[in-house]
Each structure stands twice: as structure tokens, then as C-alpha cells.
């Protein structure tokens, strides 16, 4: 991945589209701190959490998470808990990572940023 994740767009993806190969996932992960593979039965997902000092703090950003998934129909699995928010990207049509997932991972972590 040549280009930085943050700077890139998602793109369609169909049902036959490939998952991210293991060195593509390596690459994207050095440019997602804190960001790592976890396995749901069979599927790879990528996931985070993300810690705040309040509930209200969480929502508001679990919100923000909601509206830039949605500007790309694109959407993450968010746990809201008190002070924290686990947000995990996968694709649903191929059962696993595919680089939109790796690029709305980096657009989460620059919304936690600011």
C-alpha cells in the first residue's frame, strides 16, 4: 500500500472481491497503531478500542464513527460501553479484511485524533 491509508477512498467491493493477503494486512497494520487481527469463527476482523472519561464522551464518538461509515456505506460492528468504544472492520460479503476496512480503520483512529 504505496499510498497512506488515510489519504485513500474506499471503493465497491462485490462478493468475489479479495480479502487482504497476509503482507498486504502487515503493511496496513504498521499504519494502524493499536489496531489488531482478531478471529470471529472464521472471520478475521480488524479491531480496536478506544477509551474515553465518560459515556456521553463514547456515544459522541461512536456517533462520528456512524456518520463516516455511513458517507461510504461501509459499516463496523461498535460496542459502546462507559469510557470506552470497541469498533471492529470487517467486510461482510467476502468474511474478512479488504482494504476499505484498513482505510476506515485509519479514518477512525484521525476522528479519535481530534
Known sequence: MAKQLIQQTCE??????PT?????????L?????WRVVKTGSISLLEKA???????????FANAVAKIAEE???????????GRVKVQWWTHKIGGIHR???IMAAKTDRLFSN
Do not use: M, R, Y
Open 72 to 82: 461510504v456505506n461501509h459499516h463496523p460492528t461498535l460496542v459502546v460501553e462507559w
Open 30 to 34: 504498521t499504519q494502524l497503531p493499536e
Open 12 to 17: 465497491a467491493c462485490s462478493a468475489g472481491a
Open 100 to 102: 476499505n476496512d484498513a
Open 20 to 28: 487482504l493477503s497476509e503482507q498486504e494486512l502487515a503493511d496496513a
Open 50 to 60: 478506544f477509551s474515553f472519561s465518560n459515556f456521553i464522551e463514547a456515544v459522541h
